[in-house]
């Protein structure tokens, strides 16, 4: 057994425990099983408890029935199409701007208004329109297959009122009737439901013209009423990317957790199949935890410039749900621009290089890569007493990808910080071949701090350097640029140098108590050896992270966005390699946090935190 292997069985117990179990749902619903109807098995039996009942109240609405109730077409539409409906509803629904540009107003508690750029239906709603549960309120679905249907709302641990009759939180209807369209722009309008209920004051009422109105409810309609291309309710199809200077052994390391989490699932199905044979009646979560799944592996050959029409002919022949990981020691930016545009959800590729933006929705990643790292060696620096505007800081950027990647966080992070931007040179090759100019070149600029953004060629160079410099000055290198030539930072400097770290420090095999219960996937490297990519512990993570907490809660709900939406409502996770790995609304890089280490002496030497993991 490879060490692989090993750590991937213990990945799949733990991996099998949770689909048995019902999965924790954030929208307990319930409705028929597809793959009971497909199989042509059992039919749930009338309802009979109340609980039952206000299950059955959610089943999902047929296409059919979605078509009768939204038709026939609204006439305050004029000849909009439905395509220039969803752009314009779009940017109603996220953006909170009106068609005309101007900002959509909104009130709550009569005359109160609220800023709809800052809180726009999807802040509350999401961007599948499929609702939430944060800080004890329940905000409903807001697409048309769930509002033109009866309702009753999942109950919330806060519907239960205080001593003074007081909710501690804003309550939400419980239980409505089906919407018509009129209805539904009624309860936009004047925050009413179709049984004349009033809505609480968390969900704003919008005075909007009849033409805006009609916009607004033909994208509700339109919002999460298909699934989405490579999903239904039978199973889901995947891909995964690899490009072509990956080395055969990472690429095999990254698809073989793949490989073997789809073999197991369409095993797992294979099995609850006979089940239903035999006649067991599964329980409510149970069938959506057997799904069969497929893996397209998207090999990208050649220069980036080409990748996308690959990309492009590999999702034309076969159109997948969501791109499963991913690896790439180049940019991953035009596979992240495919994602985008295409609107395919990629999760947690294997990259250095991703793409940084506050904006971008598609892609999730680990972190941010090499930018991360100099984000942090800027801030580690701004906390340092010893340190002040006198201090001269230097840069010396290696003229590659992950040097600029360093130097462009670590720039950027000093203009957060509002400290001045600090000078910076580019290290060509010549210079990195002759240690005595580089030598010369930095002593007479006088720093303090050297930031040296290279790869491993560097470091024969280092003592020369620290040498020549009259005061010693603190030296700061990266241990992802530097690889496994990290260790061999020679001793006598290894004081003065310090090193950007986003791993754990310790590797994270069993919980504080030593039950093991966490140890689902022990890591068999030594936390030393930083070359090692950590390629199937963090695969194994993006499994779980993705596969078993995302896919698991979208019950019917089988759209993009909706996966992405509750991959943002997840708990924070304890996994193998990072301190902490949380993902938030919004957030599209779940860790957060990076070391500066230092070496203690030996040729396997003890790693020295010398700041804490997140630093602000
Ligand atoms: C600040 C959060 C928030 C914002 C912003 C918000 N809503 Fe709501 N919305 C809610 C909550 C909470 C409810 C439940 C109210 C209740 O039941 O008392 C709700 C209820 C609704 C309902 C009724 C659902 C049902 O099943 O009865 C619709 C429709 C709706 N919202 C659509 C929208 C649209 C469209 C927008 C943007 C134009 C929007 N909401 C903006 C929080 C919000």
Redesign the pocket.
């Known amino acids: 057994m490879s060490i692989f292997d090993r750590s991937f069985a213990g990945f799949r117990r733990g991996w099998m425990k949770t689909s048995l179990l019902p999965a924790i749902s954030l929208l307990l619903i319930l409705p028929g099983s597809p793959l009971d109807a497909a199989e042509g098995t059992k039919i749930s039996p009338a309802p009979s408890t109340r609980a039952d009942r206000a299950m059955a109240l959610e089943r999902q609405m047929s296409p059919a029935e979605w078509l009768a109730a939204t038709t026939p077409r609204d006439p305050a539409l004029g000849d909009l199409t439905d395509e220039e409906i969803l752009r314009l509803g779009e940017v ?2 996220r953006d909170g701007l009106l068609p005309s540009g101007e900002v959509m107003e909104a009130f709550i508690r009569g005359d109160i208004e609220v800023d709809s750029t800052a ?3 999807s ?3 999401q961007r599948g329109g499929l609702g939430s549960v944060e800080g004890g ?1 329940v ?2 679905p ?1 697409n048309g297959r769930k ?1 033109y249907q009866p ?1 009753r709302r999942p109950p919330s641990l806060n519907d239960v009122a205080d001593k003074m009759g007081r909710y501690v939180y ?1 309550k ?2 419980t239980e ?1 009737p089906a919407y018509t369209r009129e209805s ?1 722009k009624a ?2 309008r004047y925050g009413i ?1 179709p049984a004349g209920e009033i ?2 004051d ?3 009422r ?1 005075p909007l013209n009849d033409r805006d109105m009609a916009i ?1 409810a033909r994208y ?1 309609e339109l919002l999460s009423s298909e699934y989405s291309p490579g999903a239904d309710p039978k199973g889901f199809k995947f891909a995964t990317i690899v490009t072509d200077d990956v080395s055969a052994a990472d690429r095999e390391a990254m698809l073989e957790p793949i490989r073997m989490f789809v073999a197991g699932q369409n095993q797992q199905v294979a099995m609850y199949k006979d089940f239903l044979k035999f006649g067991y009646t599964p329980t409510g979560d149970m069938k959506y935890s057997f799904r069969t799944a497929s893996l397209s592996v998207w090999d990208l050959k050649g220069e980036p410039e080409t990748w996308r029409a690959q990309l492009e002919a590999y999702q034309q022949r076969d159109q997948v749900f969501a791109v499963l990981g991913g690896i790439s020691n180049r940019q991953w930016r035009p596979i992240h621009e495919f994602c985008e545009a295409r609107r395919l959800p990629c999760f947690y590729p294997i990259t250095d290089l991703p793409v940084v933006s506050d904006t971008d929705w598609y892609t999730v990643y680990f972190n941010k890569g090499y930018e991360q790292e100099g984000e942090v060696a800027a801030r580690f620096l701004k906390r340092r007493a010893e340190i002040d505007s006198a201090t001269g800081i230097l840069q010396l950027v290696q003229d590659s990808p992950a040097g600029r990647a360093l130097a462009a966080g670590f720039d950027h992070s000093r203009q957060d910080l509002r400290e001045p931007a600090v000078e910076t040179l580019i290290l060509d090759d010549a210079l990195l071949d002759d240690p005595k100019a580089l030598a010369a070149l930095v002593a007479g600029k006088h720093p303090g701090v050297v930031l040296l953004w290279a790869d491993a060629t560097i470091l024969p160079h280092l003592p020369l350097l620290a040498e020549s410099l009259a005061d010693p000055a603190l030296l700061f290198v990266s241990s992802t640029a530097l690889g496994k030539a990290t260790t061999t930072l020679p001793e006598k400097i290894r004081e003065q140098v310090f090193i950007t770290y986003p791993y754990r420090l310790k590797p994270y095999v069993g919980d504080e108590e030593g039950t093991g219960f966490l140890s689902r996937i022990p890591i068999e490297t030594t936390f030393r050896s930083f070359g090692d990519r950590r390629i199937a512990t963090r695969t194994a993570t993006m499994l779980n992270q993705s596969v078993l907490q995302g896919l698991r809660l979208l019950y019917e709900n089988l759209y993009r966005d909706h996966m992405l939406d509750v991959m943002s409502m997840q708990m924070d996770q304890t996994v193998p390699d990072y301190e902490r790995l949380s993902f938030g609304p919004g957030q599209r890089y779940a860790s957060k946090g990076c070391y500066v280490i230092q070496l203690g002496p030996g040729p396997e030497p003890e790693l020295i935190p010398r700041s804490p993991w997140v630093l602000h």
């Open positions: 109603m629904y809180f726009s239906c802040s509350c709603h309120v905000t409903p807001t509002l309702y804003a939400t209807i409505r539904l309860s936009l439901d809505f609480n968390v969900m704003p919008y607004l509700l």
